[in-house]
C-alpha cells in the first residue's frame, strides 16, 4: 500500500510507516492534507507566500513529531493544532501591521473552496473577494480564526473550542462575533447572512 488514506484517522499500518520515515507514506500524507492545510492557512495569513511557507512549516514539525501521535487519534485536529501553533509563532517573532477599514478594499484576493456558503464564501466578483479578504484580515486573529474554521474548514463548535483552547460557547460566541464585525466592515458591500 503506498499511499495514506484520505480519512481523519491512520491505519496502524499506515502510522507505522510514517514513523520509520517511510518516503512513501509521507508523500501519501502530505498530499492528502496539504490543500486543506494551506487554505487554512492562507485565510489566517492573507498572503499566499506566508501560507506557502507555514504550510511547509506544519508539514516539518508533524514530521518531527509524529512519534508522539497517538494511534487512534484524528489526523485533522492534529494538524490544524500544529498549524495553529505554527502561525501564532511566526507573529510572535514577526511583528505583522494590521490593516483599518478605509484600506481594506485595496488588497489581497479571496476564495472560497468550500461548497456550503457561509458569510466569508458569498464574495462573487474578484472586487468583492478583495475586500471580504483584507475585512477579514482586519479580524482580531481569534475572531477571523473562529470564523475560518467554522465556515471554510466546516469544523463543529466543540473542535474550534479545543483547537482555541477556550469554552464551546466561548467559540460559538467568537463566531457570532466576528460575523457581526464582517457585517459591520461590508456593510454595503456584500451580504453576509
Known sequence: MDSVPDSDVLAPEVLARLRAGDEA????????????????????????DDALDLTQEVFYRAWRSIATFREGERVLPWLYQIARNTQIERHRRKQLPRFSIEEASEEVGFEAVSSHRGPVQVAESADTAERVQRAMLDLPLEYREALVL?????????EIARLQEVAVGTAKSRVFRAKEMLAQSLTGVVDVD
Open 25 to 48: 507514506a509521507w508523500h501519501a500524507f502530505v498530499s492528502a492534507h496539504e490543500s486543506r492545510m494551506y487554505n487554512y492557512l492562507f485565510r489566517l495569513e492573507g498572503n499566499k
Open 150 to 158: 467554522r465556515f471554510v474548514e466546516e469544523l463543529p463548535y466543540e
